[in-house]
């Protein structure tokens, strides 16, 4: 622990002491502070706890830490113990009070507005687009949410935010030490968010892809693959040991070699309004059969943890193998959905002020699909990379955008909480878009006065 804290200080020295990063910190840092204060009117201290139904459920697994890693706990068997484990340190040093949980979040939240800089520094090499792209960060409303809630989002950014810039550093300077600290940092994303379960794969790519970029600028590099592998692969190992350790546990405790259930869940989710759509019937019905057919087939109903999801699985496969058609639809309109969705925090976070909140949703947000605007100027940026042959940049930028909207889409009814992680990608891209239309104005301006002075001659 101390080593981490040693490392992610180093990575925030490595960010130049300067007035425009603490006034970036502080301005981020400020709009959360300021939500915070209006929703504490609004909800009081006791409230924090019961804003959405996640919240009960991640306090309920912190009150149960340690003994619980030992229990067949449903919501354990979900969310996986990364976040309650985060909460239950908090309720161990403070008491059983949301306020100092959200107060380091909104932290955790404000710095990582200043390590969005950072990555874009480390990515594009640009002043212009690193400080734009933090302070696009900083305004996130999704982001401003997140960090005042008790849910898993903002600390998943935050760490996964740490991980992905002591990788990337450490596949520039082949340092050991980053390597070991990302790898144990994506370890506990995964375990905070089953959403990050297949990040190791990236991991894989982008080593490749370095490695690619490497031999492709220094043409007197001598180091072989296999060599050059090493390192990330010492990442690549802890984290697989680290999710691997918790996949035996739940096969012990649980009976069921997964991740987190949550996973499965949200497959089952897009199987059964499948079904809806096609059937016309409710996707809760949909998913009651499932465990009516188990029933059915073993002669008796599903009473453990391990049932329950043989039921859900053999219910899966067979709306997948009748209709892969139909569910590969359902798929992508929900990846469509959460990446353009808005943010419905707010309507539980001011609960006096929920008609004003949705007349600004209808009004604002969906009017003028602010969404399809981050979409097009993403678009944009990735496009100038290409332009520009920054390949490396582009794919790195270009996988995390997939990978969170992809994965997004079996999560639905979210909202823009799945794709927040896309944040990093997007607020980059955007920020590119920017600073290149803006140079391009001023160059064509300048292009006009100069042709002007020279006609006037």
């Known amino acids: 622990m101390k080593q981490l804290l040693s490392k992610t200080g180093e990575v925030l020295k490595d960010i130049e002491i300067r007035h425009d990063l603490i006034y970036l910190f502080l301005f981020a840092f ?15 201290s006791a409230g924090l706890f ?68 950072k990555v874009a520094r480390m990515l594009s090499g640009s002043y212009a687009v690193s400080i734009i792209a933090g302070i696009i960060a900083a305004l996130s409303y999704t982001s401003i949410s997140l960090s005042n809630i008790m849910l898993s989002d903002t600390v998943y950014f ?25 790898g144990l940092l994506v370890g506990y994303c995964i375990l905070t968010r089953s959403i990050g379960q297949l990040w190791i794969i990236a991991m894989i790519v982008i080593a ?8 492709a600028t220094d043409k007197q590099l001598l ?26 546990r739940n096969w012990i405790i649980v009976g069921v070699p997964i991740t987190a259930s949550a996973a499965v869940i949200g497959v089952g989710k897009l199987a059964s309004i499948t079904v809806e759509r096609l059937e016309n019937r409710p996707w809760g019905e949909v998913m009651g059969e499932w465990h009516k057919e188990f029933e059915e087939t073993e002669g008796r109903p599903p009473t453990s943890f391990k049932d329950s999801y043989q039921a859900f699985k053999t219910g899966i496969m067979n709306v997948i193998t009748s209709h892969p058609i139909e ?5 992508l309109r929900f990846v469509w959905a959460n990446i353009h969705d808005i943010n419905y925090l707010p309507r539980s976070q001011f609960s006096h002020y929920k008609g004003r909140v949705m007349y600004i949703e209808a009004k604002f947000l969906r009017r003028y699909q602010m969404s399809n605007l981050s979409l097009i100027l993403s678009l944009i940026g990735f496009i100038v990379l290409l332009f520009r042959r920054q390949y490396y940049v582009a794919l790195i930028l270009g996988l995390i955008f997939l990978y969170y909207g992809l994965l997004g889409g079996f999560g639905p009814w979210q909202g823009s909480r799945y794709f927040y992680p896309g944040q990093i990608s997007w607020a980059i891209l955007c920020s590119i878009s920017l600073v290149t239309i803006v140079q391009f104005v001023i160059k064509s301006f300048k292009a006009i006065l100069a042709k002007k002075q020279y006609h006037a001659i």
């Open 30 to 44: 400020f709009l959360r502070s300021i939500y915070f204060a209006l929703m504490l009117t609004q909800i009081g």
């Open 50 to 117: 019961e804003v959405a139904p996640d919240c009960i459920n991640y306090v309920n697994i912190a009150r149960g830490f340690p003994s619980i890693l030992v229990q067949p706990d449903r919501m354990l068997y979900t969310f996986g113990p990364g976040y309650g484990f985060f909460l239950s340190v908090f309720f161990l040093i403070f008491g059983q009070s949301g306020i100092p949980v959200l107060i380091t979040q909104i932290i955790l939240s404000s710095l990582s507005c200043v390590m969005m800089y």
């Open 208 to 215: 490749v892809a370095a490695y690619l970029h490497k031999k």
């Open 158 to 182: 935050f760490f996964f935010l740490l991980s992905l810039i002591l990788y990337l550093r450490a596949l520039e300077k082949n340092n050991a030490t980053d390597f070991v600290l990302s």
């Open 327 to 331: 569910f590969g639809k359902t798929y």
């Open 223 to 248: 180091i072989t693959f296999r060599r050059y592998f090493k390192g990330p692969l010492i990442s690549i190992v802890i984290a697989t040991g680290i999710v691997l350790l918790w996949i035996v």
